[in-house]
């Protein structure tokens, strides 16, 4: 069993910055791809980001590449999620997601261990 837990979220004005980390329990962290999904109210959950077991391969949504940054330290069981240029529509419940596998994927029922979440909001 893998729990996850996120932190590092917040208040910042458009065009800001915040970095999420997830810090996940268990050894066999560093076996598990890893994800950052958001879920804004009134939607479904959506792919932001995600990382190989080895940190060597990453994938992003569209609408956050360029902006966005996933990382992940192994040594520290911790994946982060750099977010920069934020924008309005960036606003959600961010969730760190673990996978039973080497590689990421962009699919929600891909993912087996979910975090609680961590709100961001944009102001404009």
């Known amino acids: 069993q893998v729990q996850l837990v996120e932190s590092g979220g917040g208040l910042v004005q458009a065009g800001g910055s915040l970095r999420l980390s997830c810090a996940a329990s268990g050894r066999t962290f560093s076996s598990y791809a890893m994800g950052w999904f958001r879920q804004a109210p009134g939607k479904e959950r959506e792919f932001v980001a995600a990382?190989?077991?080895?940190?060597?391969?990453?994938y992003y949504a569209d609408s956050v590449k360029g902006r966005f940054t996933i990382s992940r330290d192994n040594a520290k069981n911790t994946v982060y999620l750099q977010m920069n240029s934020l924008k309005p529509e960036d606003t959600a419940v961010y969730y760190c997601?673990?996978?039973?596998?080497?590689?990421?994927?962009?699919?929600?029922?891909?993912?087996?261990?979910w975090g609680q979440g961590t709100q961001v909001t944009v102001s404009s």
């Open positions: 990382v190989s077991w080895r940190g060597t391969t990453t």
């Open positions: 997601a673990g996978r039973r596998d080497y590689s990421g994927s962009y699919y929600v029922e891909a993912y087996d261990y």
